[in-house]
């Protein structure tokens, strides 16, 4: 006849219980196995027989024992206190404005985010210093080339005001020496092309040419009107054409080309004439 087999009695499953709870409570303060916890189990797999499911006692319990475990790693009072402040002037958009607000997901992920800013300070710290190291260098070399391009710029002005003095200078040695032609060609008995005075200092008039002669910023208003004046009234295509065409020796192309010239030059002159009184 086989034996009768009885079921365990309740004392034996509540040491095996214990146990287990001993065991996990062990790997749970464990760092290395913090985040492969898995909760106990408290019950037995039997036949036809399902247990009980409250997710959130155990999600409630899991949070407990993971802030117990990390405040025997780093001081309860004195790691929580650096993670309180969580204001909404530091805070990313769209986050919680304070800690009761956050899931448990958020919050997990501030906790390990401050827990690595604090294993890494002193890399954090290295990494901003040569960060502000960087942009002090930046700098520095945006103020020099700052100053280079004044000192360039200075330079340049300083280069254009002599060179405009010295225009000057040679324009007004020009129209005295340019007055002196025109008395000299009034006394010629003929004239060619290459004898032909022109308002300007080169031998071609240009716009830009006969505006630097004639045109003295140094001079008043009325000084450089009255200079213009004179020099359109000599250079009217019917009196300088009556005044030099008949001692003028040269080609009949040579002559189409100063009748050419003398329309030109009376166009700039009056070109500046308008420039001048729509200022």
Known sequence: ??????????????????????????RSRSPSHRAHYKPPVYYENEEGWIPPID??????????RLFQAMGEDEGSQAFFSQYEDYSSSTKPRNEPSSVN???DEEYRRYIEKGMWTKQNA?????????????EKRRKKRE????????????ARRVAA???????????????GTYEEKWATLDKAE????????????????????????LINPQDSTKENRLRLRREQLRYHPDKILQRVLPKFKGTTEEQEKLKMRVNEVSGWLNELW??????
């Open 161 to 175: 005001v002599y060179d405009q003095l010295r225009k000057l200078q040679k324009n007004a040695e020009s129209r």
């Open 55 to 64: 997710s959130q006692k155990e999600q409630d319990d899991w949070n407990e």
């Open 101 to 103: 607000e956050m899931t």
């Open 1 to 26: 006849m086989p034996k009768l087999r009885y079921k365990d009695s309740g004392e034996k499953k509540k040491k095996k219980k214990e146990k287990k709870e001993k065991k996990s409570s062990r």
């Open 143 to 154: 103020e020099e080339k700052a100053r280079q391009d004044a000192a360039e710029a200075e």
């Open 122 to 134: 002193e890399a954090i710290a290295l990494e901003e210093k040569r960060k502000e190291e960087k």
């Open 190 to 213: 003929t004239i060619t092309q290459k004898s032909m005075v022109w308002p300007c200092r080169g031998i071609i008039p240009t716009l830009q040419n006969i505006r630097e002669f």
């Open 274 to 279: 308008t420039e001048m009184n729509h200022k």
